[in-house]
């Protein structure tokens, strides 16, 4: 089955413990993104990945990091995170990014708490 | 830049009667539109895409959307709401490189 698998869905760390996300598809796809979800804010993007090797920062990059070694994976890594952090995250990958069509197929969602 | 807005954060209906969700968009290109879904505590879903094909776009279950240039809208419809629609919908603007801008979204109640 086509997917977007993440893990862990649920998380509560404290502040300053490192954490990874990870973020796995199944597609081949070139293309991947995180965001995160607020109320009231919609859907705002971290970072994206456009092919492996190949990242660059979205609308609120600060306080993560990510890597994309392969095609398949793209982990969100927050080195020291804080509460302001806490949110709703979602992976998602498409095909080539060098389209405005390609609609971006979701993961299940990963919520954060950080205390 | 490019940017969403959807005009309505909640929008309550009766099961049975129709649905508008409207949505408004800024972009410098010809872009591309998305409606997403989202059911409690699930992902994303795409409903329907308009990628300047024809201006009505039908989607899945019943949803259809019209893309107005002259209005730059692209409101999101259904001719009979039911209970399985409650749900947050994202409109979503997308002009190139998958640079997607996404609303702020609309929480659909469907009342029996």
């Known amino acids: 089955e086509a997917q977007v698998t993440q893990n862990p869905r649920y998380l509560i760390t404290v502040t300053g413990k490192k954490l990874t996300v990870t973020c796995s598809q199944n597609?081949?796809?070139?293309?991947m993104s995180w965001y995160r979800q607020d109320p009231g804010l919609g859907l705002r993007q971290i970072y994206y990945?456009?092919?492996?090797?190949?990242?660059d920062k979205g609308d609120v990059p600060e306080g993560y990091k990510v890597s994309r070694k392969e095609k398949r994976n793209f982990p969100l890594i927050l080195e020291s995170p804080s509460p302001n952090q806490t949110s709703l995250y979602f992976c998602?990958?498409?095909?080539?990014?060098?389209?405005?069509?390609?609609?971006?197929?979701f993961g299940p969602g990963t919520r954060l708490t950080v205390l | 830049a490019q940017s969403v807005t959807q005009l309505d954060s909640h929008v309550s209906v009766s099961e049975g009667t129709p649905v508008l969700l409207r949505c408004n968009y800024s972009?410098?290109?010809?872009?591309?539109l998305f409606w997403y879904v989202q059911h409690p505590n699930k992902g994303l879903q795409l409903l329907l895409k308009?990628?300047?094909?024809?201006?009505l776009v039908k989607g899945i279950n019943g949803f259809e959307a019209e893309f107005k240039k002259s209005e730059t809208s692209f409101h999101l419809t259904k001719p009979s709401a039911h209970m399985s629609d409650a749900a947050e919908y994202f409109c979503?603007?997308?002009?190139?490189?998958?640079?997607?801008?996404f609303g702020a979204g609309t929480r659909l109640t469907v009342k029996p």
């Open positions: 998602a990958s498409s095909t080539s990014g060098a389209s405005s069509y390609n609609e971006q197929f």
């Open positions: 597609m081949n796809h070139e293309y």
């Open positions: 990945s456009m092919n492996v090797e190949v990242t």
């Open positions: 972009s410098s290109y010809s872009p591309s």
């Open positions: 308009y990628t300047s094909a024809a201006t």
């Open positions: 979503v603007v997308s002009d190139y490189n998958n640079d997607m801008r």
